[in-house]
């Protein structure tokens, strides 16, 4: 229904002129006033069209959370909204495609917000990136990092200049990443770190059995590259609000369709020797198979239920993808020889490309399959549909114009506003 509400909107939007910067607490930024407000402090900046629904929904949630940081971090960390009909070259500025773009700035760095778009997800947010980027534990805390944390980076290290360093870099990421910092031996022992006698060293702790150890060079870029080549899982699980992190590096992404319980021992034995042999030229995920929040994006990717479990490589940007449904799921080497074939261009891509006629066709697909099988309001609708009804979907389709993946944003972002909602109903009982 996303495609009809889209037109409804477009022709009613002459009426639509309410603010969504009216309330106080959330800071209005402008042209004018952009770059010398954001140059201090932290800020998430939403981007939006007082027309688009999603910008309507998001407003009063945005709101409530402005409230609440502004009353705990008193100005160091703030929420700001960029109304784009009328700050153009703002908006032009930062590549906003579709609304809303939430973008979090801090320190003249840019990123993308690619958190939960709910009141506690932003208040949680702005506490950890207004903390100290570095925690400093013992050995009875490695546990609780490992746990709480996919991919954490724990400094071993008495020097106060690595340390410095360190702390810079994990300033630059923390609102992603997390960062420890240890003297303890006990360490060492706790992670069974093969070489006991380390001085200074980066410790990688993530979903792997054994720990990956730095040693280089002890300058900011030299950290920050290792940081930024390690940034996520081996395998990663992908959701609505991961994906985005997941697309990061740029890189095809081998995504594993499976049944969580029955198949995640399969990823472990099967994948991950691919996924550490192609580090750097892939990205892996496995997503749940058996999940219909996900339908559209299998299906678009040739993802079925009946061959669960399964896999194929997506070029994203190229909006195309390789599949060989005879690669034997249980052999790695099956699975490493069809990767290496793909990178050697050995294997045809399926999918509509990259190219104009290629993004058309995949936008309208989603569209039309969001009609289904109307075929009256397709009939009396069509013309207006393609030329009204496209330009509108990639405008406020939610900033990358992948429908799928953005209908499983949706999708957990209304899940975590539940999980929000019963916790608060059980507090106050």
Known sequence: MRSILALLLLVSIGSQLFSLSSAAEVFELTDGNFDQITAEGKWIVEFFAP?????????????????????????????????????????????????????????????DYNGERTAESFVEFAK???????TRIGASGVGSLRRQNPVSFLLFSTSSRILEVFTRVAGKYQDLLRFAV???????????????ELSDAILLLNDDDEVSVYTGVWDEASIETFVKNHQLPIISEITGTS?????????????????????????????????????GS??????????????????????????????????????????????DKSNPESIKAFLTAVADGKVDAQGPGSSTFGHITAVLRGMFREIGNSYALMAVGGILLLVLGLTFWMVCSGGDGDEE?????????????????????????
């Not at 993946?405 to 957990?412: G, H, P």
């Open 51 to 111: 027309w688009c629904g999603h910008c309507q929904h998001l407003a009063p949630i945005y709101e409530e959370a402005a409230r609440r940081i502004n009353n705990e971090h008193q100005g160091k960390f703030r929420l700001a909204s960029v109304d784009c009909t009328v700050n153009t070259e703002l908006a032009a500025r930062f590549g906003i495609r579709g609304y809303p773009t939430l973008k979090y700035f801090r320190g003249g760095m840019v990123t």
């Open 128 to 134: 950890r990136v207004t903390g100290n980027p570095v």
């Open 182 to 196: 240890t003297d303890d031996r006990a360490v060492l022992k706790e992670l069974r770190v093969a070489n006991q």
């Open 243 to 279: 994906w985005e992190n997941i697309k990061m590096p740029g890189l095809p992404i081998v995504v594993i369709t499976v049944d969580p319980k029955k198949h995640l021992d399969l990823v472990r034995t099967s994948f991950r020797p691919s996924a550490k042999a192609f580090a």
């Open 282 to 327: 892939y990205v892996f995920g496995w997503i749940d198979g058996t999940n219909q929040r996900y339908r559209y994006f299998l299906n678009d990717h040739n993802m079925v239920a009946e061959r669960i479990p399964d896999f194929v490589v997506i070029d994203e940007k190229g909006n195309k993808f390789w599949e060989d449904i005879n690669v």
């Open 405 to 429: 993946l953005e209908q499983m944003m949706e999708e957990d972002e209304k899940a975590a506003e539940e999980k929000e909602k019963a916790a608060k109903a059980k507090k106050a009982n």
